[in-house]
């Protein structure tokens, strides 16, 4: 048995999708763990309630199969902080050689990662969207399926980009950012602004 077993943190949708890219890349997970008691299972892997239950051993990597931002950060500082991370790559998404991609990271099918841009840690880079050159994307965020980032962007820890958000090139965007579905960003944001519309306006700016 091999002694780097992938184990889940989370097990709901986001969960089944993770699962089947790592049976795309030939990895089988060993298992999930999620606080529900009546999860039992997921895509016929066994669903454990706690670190204990799962019989954690040393070299046991994990991925926190958690969509929201918030909880990924608060589950990897907390329930997991003395745990090392894998991270999953569909055989479909095209990565350059030349980016590089943090512990714990998910990309998805039909990705597309293109020359010198670098994905932080627990990042979740969702079906079909696009990372142009030399972007730096930080730890924890969330880039929605069909969202394109033109080149040379950063977006800041912690911030959810929408479905089929589009975002010219050069632009800022901060820390913990809401970015509407179908918003188009054409200038800086600042952090913890909800974002919408075309062009995109801010609507609020929550509380840190």
């Known amino acids: 048995m091999s002694h780097n077993r992938i184990i889940l943190f989370g097990a709901s949708g986001h969960g089944k999708v993770i699962c089947e890219i790592l049976e795309a890349q030939g990895r089988i997970p060993y298992g ?10 997921l895509l016929e ?3 454990y309630n706690t670190l204990q239950q799962a019989g954690v051993r040393a070299g046991d990597q994990f991925i926190i ?3 929201k931002n918030s909880i990924r950060k608060t589950v990897a500082a907390t329930k997991l902080q003395a745990m090392s991370f894998a991270s999953a790559i569909h055989p479909a998404a095209v990565i350059s050689p030349r980016s590089s991609l943090g512990a714990g990271s998910v990309v998805m099918a039909n990705v597309t990662v293109n020359s ?5 840690k627990h990042v979740i880079l969702n079906t079909n969207c696009s990372i142009d050159h ?9 880039v929605s399926p069909n969202a394109a980032l033109a080149g040379n962007v950063r977006v800041g820890e912690g911030t959810h980009i929408g479905i089929g958000a589009a975002v010219i090139p050069g632009v800022r965007i901060g820390r913990w950012v809401t970015i509407g579905a179908g ?3 054409i200038r800086d944001i600042p952090d913890h602004a909800v974002v919408v ?3 995109g306006r ?7």
Do not use: Q, R
């Open 202 to 208: 801010i609507i609020k700016v929550n509380e840190p």
């Open 65 to 67: 199969s958690i969509g």
């Open 32 to 41: 999930l763990i999620d606080d529900n008691p009546l999860v039992t299972s």
């Open 183 to 185: 918003a188009v960003i």
């Open 197 to 199: 519309g075309n062009p």
């Open 134 to 142: 030399d972007c730096i994307i930080e730890d924890l965020v969330h």
């Open 45 to 47: 892997y066994p669903v």
């Open 116 to 120: 010198d841009s670098h994905i932080g």
